[in-house]
């Protein structure tokens, strides 16, 4: 909990974790919210508004309650923190499951509350906080409307809304969504029609005049409803004015030497904080100016009073950057949180006039963005057959992991025109799941990526590279030399920001410009880049190999311009195997030609090349005499993944250690040659023979006595 800056020493004296809530009572300190909760109650009580039953049957009933919350908890962080991703799987079905049981024991209830008190009581204040963030969340990055499909949890949500020591501490859904991730980790947005309508009304970024605050995808409280708006105005303006000096030192960050510093590179801590940042007090009058412009058109209702930055400035004769200004007046735009400094619509009417006063300067001043994709990588935990199960993985290979993906620069509104993904396409989603699934895993030497030396080509397999990465392998990216600057980018980022979830995170990476049109070969001490002898894994698209490296016709070309390519990479008698996702000529390598929107094959019906026994049909007709080929899985669309490699490949052998000679051993079952029987001879032991002389005089005399 220190997202938001460094705690006090006295408060890390008594809290050293530094986590909130905390309270000390007669010298015990607590920091879980239910306990402290439950502390309160036993050393405060009243009898007349209890906060927790004493009746049995109703004790038994907020024990379920809490455990249901405890169960909405994870449905949430799973269906939030979680990609929607093929192979992966969205989680929303149990989120809805859950929410149903919570609207469900709600219904039951006579009073609006879980409990049949007139007031909420503990059950109620240890939902309200995660049910809080659950509704602005979902809300704003998945579309999901709560309180539409809940109508127990509106009337629940709405009797708390009544209470004025709820509403001191409610906050607004922009809050919620930004306070979220450095607490909870990255989360994971959709494009749907009502999520992007739901960022684009509760961004500061997108607000405009007249500001909608009453919608219905954030609804205000039916108080707030009742209430003119007139109201808000004058609760905005007057805050600006009573705290002005405070406000425009507090916006001058924005144009400090080291904004944003504190936070850079580190998720866990919240970008907007920024506690440690110095003002540049050079720009407070111009920032000082156009602050009360704003509150001026805030009081008299007038847009025409935000007329831009360069109007204000010139108004009152001051020299200063516009495009500096913009951005102190951004920085407070964007840290306005309610309930902290406003009311919901209050804050909002002023995040709409100060993203007013700096929209023309910030449309004539837009950079190009990169855009950032996170991606979730995990176990699939179905049995591959019925005698495998998750222990015969190493624990390593047992957990999810995350990689970030940082795209090239772009241009243009994202929430109105999102770029199409470059590194996070969803053929590299395919690409680097597949080198992550269990069934990869299983085809490896040692059941393991760690020491192998894997070269990925093209920018569909740069995340399928950073995946071998993570596993433990020497990753070598082959790239068009117009992008090397950005893998490059990716590889810094990767080593310096992507935590070791597997524990074996390799560090050992390297990046191969390559020209298009260079069908001659590439360097062969390529290897050495990944200080290995060679490599032993090489993974490509067709469609990725034919930007790097010029078009030669796939894999399925009549010509063997594909198998000439890979001469260059795989030589003779090398053990080096190539991962072909068939992308370009996956048509010509099915037996026949189907309608993708036919009926599906039944297991009779699937050929014997696409359970793996075998190359395609159409790749063995042109298969060349030196290379086998084998089917490996078949991707969505029908998209084949074969292995290939030489078949000379099995006479070069790994050379088995040498064995470490050890003294003779005493016969086994004997703790000495003198026993009655003579004990029992031991024949092999780590390729050595145990003579044992006297063994053989006994056994011989006990023959002998036989006879």
């Known amino acids: 909990m220190r997202s938001y800056g460094d705690k006090p020493k006295e408060f890390l004296a008594l809290v050293p974790r530094g986590l909130l809530p905390a309270m000390e009572l007669d010298g015990r300190v607590m920091t879980e919210s239910l306990d402290i909760m439950f502390t309160i109650e036993r050393t405060f009580p009243d009898p007349d508004k209890p906060m927790f039953p004493t009746d049995k049957a109703l004790q038994k009933r907020a024990s379920d309650l809490l455990n249901l919350e405890r169960q909405l908890f994870g449905a949430w962080c799973s269906f939030l923190f979680r990609p929607e991703m093929p192979f992966i799987g969205g989680s929303e079905q149990d989120f809805t499951d859950t929410l149903q049981a919570v609207d469900a024991e709600l219904g039951r209830s006579e009073s609006?509350?879980?409990?049949?008190?007139?007031?909420?009581t503990i059950v109620d204040m240890q939902y309200v906080s995660h049910v809080e963030r659950a509704v602005a969340s979902a809300m704003f990055y998945k579309g999901y409307d709560i309180r539409k499909k809940f109508k127990n949890i509106d009337r629940w949500l709405s009797a708390y809304e009544e209470l004025p020591h709820y509403m001191a501490t409610k906050s607004d859904y922009y809050t919620h969504c930004m306070d979220i991730p450095p607490q909870y980790g990255p989360c994971f947005s959709n494009d749907s029609d009502l999520a992007r309508r739901a960022r684009e009304l509760i961004e500061p970024?997108?607000?405009?005049?007249?500001?909608?605050?009453?919608?219905?995808l954030e609804p205000p409280t039916e108080l707030q409803r009742r209430s003119p708006e007139q109201d808000f105005r004058v609760e905005a303006a007057l805050r600006l004015?009573?705290?002005?000096?405070?406000?425009?030192?507090?916006?001058c960050r924005g144009a400090g030497p080291d904004v944003g510093a504190w936070a850079r590179g580190n998720p866990t801590k919240c970008q907007l904080a920024d506690p440690y940042a110095r003002p540049n007090l050079d720009l407070a009058p111009a920032v000082n100016a156009v602050l009360r412009v704003v509150s001026a058109a805030l009081?008299?209702?007038?847009?025409?009073?935000?007329?831009?930055?360069?109007g204000h400035l010139a108004a009152e004769k001051l020299e200063a950057d516009p495009k500096e200004v913009a951005k102190c007046i951004a920085y407070l735009r964007d840290r306005v949180g309610s309930p902290r400094d406003l009311s919901m619509p209050a804050a909002k009417l002023l995040r709409g006039h100060l993203a007013e006063a700096v929209r023309k300067e910030s449309a004539s001043s837009a950079r190009s963005t990169r855009p950032k994709w996170r991606l979730c990588f995990r176990l699939d935990r179905r049995s591959a057959s019925p005698k495998?199960?998750?222990e015969d993985l190493a624990p390593k290979y047992q957990r999810d992991f995350f990689l970030t993906v940082i795209d090239p620069p772009c241009r243009g509104a994202f929430r109105q025109n999102?770029?199409?993904?470059?590194?996070?396409?969803r053929a590299a989603c395919h690409v680097a799941d597949l080198l992550a699934s269990r069934h990869m895993i299983a085809q490896l030497p040692g059941r393991s990526f760690e020491q192998k030396a894997v070269a990925v080509i093209g920018s569909e397999c740069l995340a399928a590279g950073l995946v071998a990465a993570t596993l433990g392998a020497k990753a070598l990216f082959v790239c068009e030399r117009s992008l090397e600057q950005y893998y490059q980018h990716n590889l810094r980022l990767f080593r310096r920001d992507t935590l070791d979830y597997t524990k074996t995170k390799s560090k050992i990476l390297a990046v191969y410009p390559c020209s298009?049109?260079?069908?001659g070969g590439f360097d062969p001490e390529m290897a050495n880049k990944l200080q290995a002898p060679s490599l032993d894994i090489i993974v490509l698209t067709e469609v990725s190999l034919a930007r790097v490296a010029g078009e030669m016709g796939g894999i399925a070309g009549r010509e063997a311009g594909f198998f000439r390519f890979l001469e260059s990479l795989i030589p003779a008698r090398s053990c080096t195997k190539a991962l072909v996702v068939c992308d370009q000529s996956f048509a010509e390598l099915m037996e026949e030609p189907r309608d993708r929107r036919g009926p599906r094959r039944t297991d009779e019906d699937v050929p014997a090349w696409l359970?793996?026994?075998g190359a395609p049909p159409g790749l063995a007709q042109v298969l060349p005499a030196d290379w086998q080929a084998r089917t490996f899985c078949q991707l969505p669309q029908g998209i084949p993944v074969v292995w290939l490699e030489r078949q000379d490949a099995e006479r070069v052998k790994r050379r088995a250690p040498p064995l470490v000679s050890r003294p003779p051993m005493p016969p086994m079952g004997a703790s000495s040659s003198r026993c009655g029987c003579g004990g029992h001879l031991q024949s092999p032991l780590l390729g050595q023979r145990v003579e044992n002389q006297e063994w053989f005089a006994k056994n011989a005399k006990l023959k002998e006595a036989h006879l």
């Open 205 to 216: 970024k997108e607000a405009s005049l007249p500001v909608q605050w009453q919608s219905d």
């Open 418 to 425: 999102p770029p199409a993904p470059f590194f996070a396409s």
């Open 241 to 251: 004015i009573e705290n002005r000096e405070a406000v425009t030192r507090f916006c």
């Open 388 to 390: 495998e199960s998750l």
């Open 299 to 310: 009081l008299q209702n007038d847009p025409a009073e935000v007329q831009g930055i360069k």
């Open 611 to 613: 359970k793996g026994e």
């Open 112 to 120: 609006p509350f879980f409990l049949p008190y007139p007031h909420p």
């Open 516 to 519: 298009p049109g260079r069908t």
